[in-house]
């Protein structure tokens, strides 16, 4: 991670959950971190403990609506004016609501594809433009894919999910042949956990606080700092060597 001590990295979603692990990860390893989401009190609490557990880093907090692109294009700006630019770009923001296929409601399924699909899709072409015009040839664009990006599993509330994690596999694959195409070194990596304990449970059981605590009850799932220490064993990696996809599950978990 040597080489990464004061770059820049964009973190999505950086207030709670993967997204806040990572970022933490970040700073610890010397980056200079743009922390966003729609709301920065938890990441601006989590700015200060890094500072006072004296990171060589910095937190750098941001809010931003990320269904909204024009929050994302003067997000991306204000980096520029401020940072530079974008050297790691990590698309972890993400949700899922429980709409089923056959009665869900358009809104949800939208909402997931804007988020999921559409918002990275946005900050990844943004954070490419920003390395290229500053001819960076050796970024990184991370998407925090899921195991649901792979399989499909038979619960009905997360099929739409599902749908959107298997664009962000085609994506990620795309993402990596067009800079192949375009003659750079800039790499292009999926991270596809299965379970890990956060509050994306309650976010998408929001009516049934039970269902959603047994969700993390049933098995020993993974934490936010275990996707952590995945990204930075993949930006550690030699400049020769392309990680697609890892996929980490808890090892209790089946599907």
Not at 204 to 209: A, T
């Amino acid at each position: 991670m040597e080489r990464w001590k004061g770059r820049v990295a964009l973190v999505t979603g950086a207030s709670v959950g993967i997204g806040a692990a990572i970022a933490r990860a970040l700073v610890q390893h010397g980056m200079k971190v743009v922390g966003c989401g729609r709301s920065v009190d938890k990441i601006e609490k989590l700015a200060a403990e890094c500072q006072s557990a004296g990171y060589t880093g910095t937190l750098i907090p941001y809010k931003c609506d990320l269904s909204n692109e024009e929050e994302i294009l003067s997000m991306f700006s204000a980096i520029k004016t401020l940072h530079q630019g974008v050297d790691v770009c990590i698309n972890n923001a993400g949700l899922a609501r429980a709409e089923p296929l056959l009665s869900g409601k358009t809104e949800g399924w939208r909402n997931m594809i804007d988020v999921n699909v559409l918002a990275l899709s946005i900050c990844t072409r943004e954070a490419y433009q920003s390395m290229k015009e500053r001819n960076i040839d050796d970024g990184h664009i991370i998407n925090i894919n899921s195991m649901s990006g792979h399989r499909v599993v038979p619960q009905a509330a997360v099929h739409f999910y599902s749908a959107s994690k298997f664009a962000v596999t085609a994506l990620t694959e795309g993402i990596r042949q067009e800079l192949r195409e375009a003659k750079t070194h800039i790499r292009a990596t999926c991270i596809s956990p299965g379970l890990v304990e956060t509050e994306f449970a309650f976010r998408l059981h929001n009516n049934d606080p039970e269902k959603a605590a047994a969700t993390y009850e049933s098995i020993k799932c993974l934490k936010g700092e275990d996707i952590a220490s995945a990204i930075t064993y993949v930006l550690s990696a030699p400049p020769h060597v392309q990680i697609g996809d890892v996929q980490l599950r808890p090892t209790e978990q089946v599907s």
